[in-house]
């Protein structure tokens, strides 16, 4: 059940707040933002998680991928949304070391919509 609390308690609304704000243009700091989220493939049935995997899904990718950019700045952040204490994967863990010291990439667990709220205001706003 962990699996769920995280799809229904973490993940579902801060993906809800990001589109909000977005789609009220509140986020400004950047002069444009991507984002993107792959399927969670722990939830689906193993046929279609496999077709998946053949589409080039791989273990380890983090939940919500943000690109922002200004004129000469871009700014990368690989979120892992967690419920309780839930941590990285190995294959997460294994890409936060990995991106640590590049400059412009970030790997953020976040565990709460309030966490949420706070890399928002304090990366996007």
């Known amino acids: 059940m962990p699996k769920q609390c995280e799809r229904y308690k973490v993940r579902r609304p801060c993906i809800k707040l990001l589109r909000t704000l977005i789609n009220y243009n509140l986020l400004n700091k950047y002069d444009f933002i ?56 190995k294959e997460q863990k294994l890409i936060a070391e990995n991106t640590e010291y590049i400059k412009n990439i970030e790997a953020i667990k976040i565990k709460n919509i309030e966490e949420f709220h706070a890399f928002i205001d304090n990366n996007l706003k």
């Open 34 to 89: 991507y984002w993107a989220c792959p399927p969670d493939l722990g939830n689906l049935p193993i046929h279609i998680a496999r077709n998946m995997k053949l589409d080039g899904y791989e273990k380890g990718v983090f939940d919500l991928t943000i690109i922002a950019g200004k004129k000469d700045i871009l700014k990368v952040w690989l979120i892992e949304f967690k419920y309780g204490s839930n941590g990285y994967t």
